[in-house]
């Protein structure tokens, strides 16, 4: 069976691109037009949104559990992340029933840091039943890192276990060929 080339017809090649995004430690994103959300984590823990109704969704990559009393909040903290993260998605649509959530990271670093992720992945998994939103799938622990790739407007996400986290993974071409 051949495959269609779209490449010469404008309207249908539009409609198979998507914008893609590098989401690093600490950040967070959210899109309405078709996008591919990528990061990679090895401790830290990722927290994707997908609206399956509206087809669209959001990607926040999380370090911390919570602020420090002498801390600012950033979204590097799960705490103030999450609920972002959910607002933002509200903002679109105001419906956080609906919204999918799926967990991955908190790979197994030894000492502190495993400590750490396992407390991010709590707070997080607070935050999303704080407001109703349901977990449809987790990628959590072990010994891995982890490659992510979140197409927004299917909901499908590649994950790439890697058995460390390179400089280069953070860059988009091996993120997503």
């Known amino acids: 069976m051949r495959r269609k080339d779209y490449s010469n017809d404008p309207q249908k090649k539009q409609a198979l691109e ?3 995004c590098i989401i690093s430690p600490g950040y967070l994103a959210v899109s309405q037009s ?3 959300l990528c990061s990679v984590c090895g401790n830290g823990v990722i927290v994707t949104l997908w609206d399956p109704v509206k087809r669209n969704g ?9 602020t420090g009393f002498t801390e600012q909040p950033t979204n590097y903290h799960a705490s103030i992340a999450i609920p972002s993260l959910i607002q933002q998605m509200l903002d679109l649509h105001p419906y956080a029933a609906r ?16 400590r750490r992720a396992v407390k ?12 109703k939103v349901d977990v449809i799938s987790e990628n959590i622990g ?16 590649l994950v790439i276990h890697t058995k ?3 400089k280069t993974d953070w860059l988009p071409e091996y993120l997503v060929t």
């Open 34 to 36: 078709p996008s591919l």
């Open 164 to 166: 460390r986290v390179r």
């Open 58 to 66: 959001g990607m926040a990559h999380c370090i911390f559990p919570q």
């Open 120 to 131: 991010v992945i709590k707070m997080i998994k607070k935050m999303l039943h704080r407001f």
């Open 18 to 20: 998507h914008t893609r």
């Open 99 to 114: 919204f999918e959530a799926q967990i991955f990271g908190g790979g197994n670093a030894h000492g502190a840091a495993q």
């Open 142 to 157: 072990g010994s891995v890192g982890r490659k992510i790739v979140f197409d927004t407007n299917s909901g499908d996400i």
